[in-house]
């Protein structure tokens, strides 16, 4: 069975300071794929990333960065000079098998505050 | 612009009403799914549907019904079954063209739903 854990309910930082937000799954595949997802106070969920498991090169995308590491099934997401608007709710999911079924984990509220 | 369409974007159910929500897209996905959001908690799948005429149950059906007569379209209608309707209904849609079926979904803003 799949399953995704995000061990932090919430976060609060002030605007600037960098923060990451852990990501750790648990799947018997060997192919397998995980997103991270932002869901602001409006309701829709954003798609910021998708990564393989066969490729475990970090990513950068703006102020946002992401650590993949097999060793410790974990793919935790960094957001560098955190801003207001990055407040939000954040999800990290895995993909596994038939049907597109996405297994989310109970998501990360992070809180920028001025 | 290219996209999905919920509505309403809040609903109220009475005691053994049936209520269904809407869900429209124009991405020309194949796939469409419903998922509910509780507090605190993450995104369950209730049913997906991967063409037309066909679809299959999530991990928390009970209490829901969908039709996709349409590849637009994917309503669910949550039945006075559902005990519990309260939450947040996420519709979401995604390709399954070529060999990238893990295509990140696209997801509509939601519908809320409450109990009077």
């Known amino acids: 069975a799949q399953k995704v854990t995000q061990a932090q309910t919430e976060i609060s930082v002030v605007e600037k300071e960098d923060v990451t937000l852990d990501c750790v799954y648990e799947?018997?595949?060997?192919?397998?794929?995980l997103f991270w997802y932002k869901q602001p106070p409006s309701g829709e969920l954003v798609f910021l990333i998708r990564?393989?498991?066969?490729?475990?090169q970090n990513e950068i995308s703006g102020r946002y960065s992401w650590n993949f590491q097999k060793s410790t099934s974990s793919f935790n997401f960094t957001i560098t000079a955190s801003q207001v608007v990055d407040s939000a709710v954040y999800f990290c999911?895995?993909?596994?098998?038939?049907?597109?079924?996405?297994?989310f984990g109970t998501g990360t509220q992070l809180k920028v505050e001025l | 612009d290219g996209g999905i369409t919920q509505s309403p974007k809040y609903l109220f159910r009475k005691e053994g009403q049936n209520v269904t929500l809407s869900c429209e897209q124009n991405?020309?996905?194949?796939?469409m799914y419903w998922y509910r959001q509780d507090p605190g908690q993450g995104l369950r799948l209730i049913y997906y549907s991967q063409i037309v005429n066909d679809f299959q149950k999530g991990d928390i059906a009970e209490g829901y019904s969908v039709s996709r007569e349409k590849k637009e379209s994917f309503p669910l209608t949550v039945t006075s079954a559902q005990k519990n309707p309260t939450a947040f209904y996420l519709c979401?849609?995604?390709?399954?063209?070529?060999?990238?079926?893990?295509?990140?979904?696209?997801f509509g803003d939601g519908t809320r739903l409450s109990i009077l």
């Open positions: 991405l020309n996905h194949d796939a």
């Open positions: 979401a849609s995604s390709s399954l063209l070529g060999t990238v079926s893990n295509q990140p979904q696209h």
């Open positions: 799947t018997r595949d060997t192919t397998y794929y």
């Open positions: 990564r393989n498991s066969f490729d475990e």
């Open positions: 999911a895995l993909y596994t098998g038939g049907g597109n079924k996405l297994t």
